[in-house]
């Protein structure tokens, strides 16, 4: 009897123990982390994209891209503190540091009295290399939220102001929207700012070949002369513009350089959300397209890294609420193809087009930019009802000193060039319910160490905090 409790002793001892004991296989932490965040890319974005990619194939299905076949497929809800629909500075502010805040706030809390601190901070504390990148400015909403304090948006000098105060070691986009204080001409420039924090700026592919190995922290944008608000759509883009998987490609190497420590990179998709607020779907999905592209330089690191990188996905809103189907049992988006640019730069061939003509453009001038840069009457027919609408259009504005331009968030268009946008959509079947946010909930797709964590239901505040964990800030 002595000897039975003895070995149950003994037994509860071992028992108590075990969970205590290191000797079994540990699992290993995100040393390389990636977040991927698709501005405006709601679930329909992606399926929409997919299936358009099918249908230029000649089937109806989808082509996959690469992140929807990671292991690890999620939704994650969107609103913010005070409004069910978010803006882009809340909703980046929850996938950056976890907590909700007000519309129209970066990295603070709702009530503007202290500042909210980023996953990004947190991996820059843990001894890792951080970077910042987007296809937008610098100092946009999404990739502010990850640098900067401040009660307002808006505040874009301010914002900038912010970027050295993080010590990020790198920062890419189109520029910088605002590098002058227009409320204080004595106050420093911007990129003075930069350079006097330790800062090299780079613009654009040439220059960063020859100077970035010498810079020691790296402002990478686009070269001189070029858009300092966003980088072109994919879909306008010409050879010497820079794009999104090559920022992204840099970072990987820049970060990477010297560095056994590991990184975390953010990476912004943001010209999807400027493509729905425009209500552009073929604009929209080649933007989905482009981020992909991004995503692929993020899994070549991957597939080197498999233990020790986490690759994350998601959007902080879904924007125009696009639906896929106007009432027939069909989609006819291969008709999406055959349009060549966006609606903002079909608007800019509509001014060449006065500028050249003298503002007295006739029908066959406006239906020869329409043929070539949309395929209408050529591979996209239209009825006559849709031919009578441009043409409504087109008496109505052009010969007119006082036409109107349709604007959105981002652009101001011709108005030829919305509705033509609008019956292209029609076409192929593809509709709008608004040109701004909604409360759709967003993807989520993880692959990599600690990708199981981001299962379950999830609110965008979980994410930073499942990424946190997982590399072990």
């Not at 010297?258 to 933007?287: P, Q, S, Y």
């Not at 031919?387 to 052009?398: G, I, P, Q």
């Not at 199981?452 to 990424?467: C, M």
Request: glycine share 10%; proline share 3%; charged share 20%.
């Amino acid at each position: 009897m002595r000897r039975a409790i003895y070995l149950l002793s003994v037994l509860a001892v071992v028992l108590f123990l075990l969970p205590q004991c290191q000797c079994g296989p540990k699992e290993k932490k995100a040393k390389y982390v990636f977040y991927f965040i698709g501005d405006g890319m709601g679930v329909n974005q992606v399926n929409g994209t997919e299936m358009y990619l099918a249908e230029k194939e000649g089937r109806i299905g989808i082509k996959p891209l690469h992140f929807t076949q990671f292991p690890v497929v999620n939704f994650a809800t969107t609103y913010s503190k005070y409004n069910s629909v978010t803006c882009s500075a809340a909703a980046g502010t929850a996938l950056a540091s976890g907590m909700k805040t007000k519309n129209g706030t970066i990295g603070m809390d709702s009530l503007h009295q202290a500042p909210l601190y980023s996953v990004a901070t947190k991996a820059k504390e843990a001894g890792k290399k951080v970077g910042i990148t987007t296809s937008v400015s610098v100092d946009h909403a999404t990739p502010a939220v990850f640098y900067a304090h401040r009660p307002d948006r808006g505040m874009s000098y301010e914002i900038g102001t912010d970027l050295p105060k993080a010590g990020f070691d790198f920062y890419a986009g189109a520029g910088f929207v605002q590098p002058n204080n227009k409320k204080d001409s004595t106050a420093i420039n911007l990129y003075e700012l930069f350079d006097k924090e330790g800062y090299t700026v780079i613009r654009g592919m040439e220059e960063y070949k020859a100077k970035a190995g010498d810079a020691g922290k790296l402002i990478f944008i686009q070269q001189e002369g070029s858009d300092n608000f966003s980088l072109p759509y994919a879909i306008d883009r010409s050879g010497n513009d820079l794009t999104l998987a090559q920022i992204t490609e840099n970072a990987i190497e820049f970060l990477t350089r010297n560095n056994d420590n590991g990184f975390f990179l953010m990476v912004e998709g943001g010209k999807i959300d400027w493509a729905c607020h425009g209500n552009d779907a073929a604009t929209a999905f080649r933007e989905v397209v482009d981020m992909d592209e991004a995503v692929q330089k993020a899994l070549d690191f991957y597939n080197q890294h498999p233990d020790e990188t986490l690759i994350v996905i998601t959007a902080d809103h879904e924007t125009g609420g696009i639906v896929l189907g106007t009432g027939k049992y069909a989609l006819n988006l291969q008709a999406l193809q055959y349009q060549k640019v966006s609606k903002d730069k079909l608007t800019a061939k509509l001014h060449q087009l006065r500028e050249e003509k003298g503002n007295k453009v006739s029908w066959e001038d406006v239906k020869s930019v329409l043929t070539e840069n949309l395929g209408f009457w050529n591979q996209v027919p239209l009825s006559e009802a849709q031919e009578a609408r441009l043409k409504e259009v087109y008496k109505n504005t052009f010969g007119s000193k006082n036409a109107k331009p349709e604007k959105n968030l981002y652009s101001e268009n011709e108005q030829l060039a919305g509705e033509a946008i609008r019956i292209l959509d029609g076409i192929a079947m593809v509709g709008w319910t608004s040109g701004s946010h909604s409360a759709g909930v967003v993807p989520v797709y993880a692959i990599g160490a600690g990708a199981q964590l981001f299962s379950g239901k999830l609110d965008n505040t979980d994410i930073p905090k499942r990424i946190a964990q997982a590399a072990g800030y």
